[in-house]
């Protein structure tokens, strides 16, 4: 039996025929005429060709029976007119989703969470418990940024939008969110059962494996969310979903990249520190609240106890951090109990010299404080937050030091810092670009392409082992050049590999 008119060649296991994953547009089936429902699909909605935006949608069955699951359903980031379309646009109109299963909270994978509630939806969001108390906190301050950008286009430009959706919206999807923990097989709808497995990403993070059946057929899909890496503080080293896969979905941020290592990593922290300090200078980090800030002060921590660094203020500005380290602090179940700190330190987060400001005045202070510090402030990718203002004012001090600790996305400030601009511009002001630009690899917390491909390798063999065959991958979240020298790699090593675009819809 064939799963769709485009699918043309067949091949049997286990005594049933399956079809092998095809690529077709939507719009190329409309075209065919009547077409033979595909009854197990997947169609690529956000992070297609692109990082951001984190969506596909899953269906199965056909006519009153399909059920539709979303993985993920992230916030689009970027250009701000561009991405704010996209964002407005549903992937699936809310009644016909049957459930939301989340990878880890960051907002362009749970982003547009409070949206579908926002227009109705009210079915279950499947998620690991962290990433539930997570999100409490990142999509309250989502619905915060939100509101804040209707106000200020409205008073400034008298732009009239529509918040993409406000605090209560923002609770609301709270309501609907239920923590499950790892390896253990849950319901997700009729057809439809899942496992989430440790990503290695963030705290919570999770990859997802599904196993999905209509009538006798049955397949399995590996969602890998975002893969994080080996070594990485704090949190656990990623687990390779071990149940065997038909399909794979896999991420593919540094797919044409290898990182420094995590402990080399830690060591450039300590030289920058100490390098900064010894000019009289700041340490400006952007950095994601959620994450890579506590991973930072964890590291500081484990550096000032060795002596590493020296005795200089360590300032977390950002309110959403200061929130993140207290849901840090309540999922030690999360953490990677392998290390020494871990093990040893009573508090991870709190130690002499560190500091956490609430206040937009203490945070104001700082600019008129003198003497070497470290200035941890979101946004990551210094798009939006208190970091602006620190650049804005340390940008051209060539004492200080813009450490860059994470991915920055094509056009954002941070990409222009990374690509070293002579002149930068912050809150419409043209600021040079004078302090040292220093960039960290070794602290994304994205697993590079030796790590994806030993990852894929992994759950490769599991498949062999169960009787599944080779599975077919699909790149998501990655950009042009990152996936296609991936996918290359990966046809080297015996994969078959496809790069989906947004609503290619794949055949399972
Ligand atoms: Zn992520
Ligand atoms: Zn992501």
Known sequence: ??????????????????????????????????????????????????????????????????????????????????????????????????????????????????????????????????????????????????????EFLARHRSEFIEPLYRMEDATRTLELMVGMPLNKWFDVTDGVRAMFTEAGHILGSASITLEVRDGTEFRRVVFSGDVGRCNLPIIRDPQPPASGADVILCESTYGDRDHESVEGAREQLAAVVRETAARGGRVLIPAFAVGRTQELVYDLHSLRRDGKIPDIPIFIDSPLATDATAVFAMHPEAYDHNEELVRQAPNLFDFPMVKFTRDVSESKRLNSMHGPMIVIAASGMAESGRILHHLRYGASDPRNTILVVGFMAEHTLGRRIVEQRPVLRIFGEEVPLQAQVEILNGYSAHADRTELLAWLRTVREHGVADGRGRPHVYLVHGEHEAQDAFAAQLRGDGFEVSIPSPGDVVSL
């Not at 692109?50 to 970027?78: A, N, P, Y």
Request: charged share 25%; with cysteine.
């Open 1 to 150: 039996m064939l799963c769709s008119l485009e699918c043309t060649r067949t091949r049997r296991t286990v005594g049933v025929a399956v079809c092998r994953p095809v690529i077709s547009r939507v719009s190329e089936n409309a075209a065919r005429g009547p077409i033979i429902p595909p009854h197990m699909h997947i169609e690529f909605s956000g992070a297609a060709r692109e990082v951001t935006g984190s969506c596909h949608i899953l269906r199965v069955g056909s006519g009153t029976k399909q059920r539709t699951v979303l993985l993920d359903c992230g916030m689009f980031q970027g250009r701000r007119s561009e991405s704010r379309a996209k964002n407005a646009k549903l992937p699936v109109p809310v009644d016909e989703i049957d459930a939301v299963i989340l990878s880890h909270a960051h907002i362009d994978h749970a982003g547009r969470l409070p949206y579908l509630a926002a227009k109705g939806y009210k079915g279950t969001i499947w998620c690991t418990p962290a990433t539930r108390d997570l999100c409490a906190i990142m999509l309250a301050d989502s619905a915060h940024i939100q509101e804040k950008d209707a």
